[in-house]
Each structure stands twice: as structure tokens, then as C-alpha cells.
């Protein structure tokens, strides 16, 4: 199993793993009160398939439900996990 760190910085979540080089990163922006939008989730290919783009979603899942904004996925790759996690529903917006 894969060891991912997820952080959040400045706009985006960045995820690393021990062992590798490189980060994945989610970018987001302030769309509304209480909407953050899902622009851009990116890993590079030597990180594609290890669970690391998975993982900035669900820290970004987290941190909706613990400090109460909903999610606009407007990034494709997020928007995808969204319908195959239907238990996102009290988050997601849109």
C-alpha cells in the first residue's frame, strides 16, 4: 500500500508519497459563500493509478464536511468520483 500525505496549501491540496518523487495536486477556488469549486486535479504519470488523486478528493471531502462549504466539481476527474461516490451527495453542489 501506498503511503500518500495529503496538505493543503494556499488553493490546492498536494499529495505526496514516501519513496517517490513528485506531487499530485487539486486546485480550487472560492466560488461563493460557502462554495468552493473543484477546478484541476493533476499527478504525474509516475503517480497516475497509486490512489494519490483519490486521496486530494477525499482530504477535499473532509475538510467541506468539517468547516461546512459544499464542493462544485468542475475539474472532470472530480466530477467522476463524485457520481461513483454517492455518500458525497451532502456535499457536492451542482
Not at 495529503?6 to 488553493?11: A, M
Amino acid at each position: 500500500m501506498n503511503a500518500i500525505s495529503v496538505r493543503k496549501e494556499n488553493n490546492r491540496y498536494v499529495a505526496t508519497i514516501a519513496g517517490r518523487e513528485g506531487e499530485a495536486e487539486l486546485v480550487f477556488s472560492r466560488r461563493a459563500p460557502g462554495v468552493v469549486s473543484a477546478d484541476h486535479a493533476e499527478a504525474p504519470m509516475h503517480l497516475r493509478g497509486t490512489g494519490a488523486a483519490l486521496a486530494l478528493v477525499e482530504a477535499m471531502v473532509q475538510d467541506a464536511r468539517a468547516n461546512g462549504f459544499r464542493i462544485l466539481p468542475r475539474c472532470p476527474y472530480v466530477a467522476w468520483q463524485a457520481q461513483r461516490h454517492p455518500e458525497w451527495a451532502d456535499v457536492m453542489a451542482g
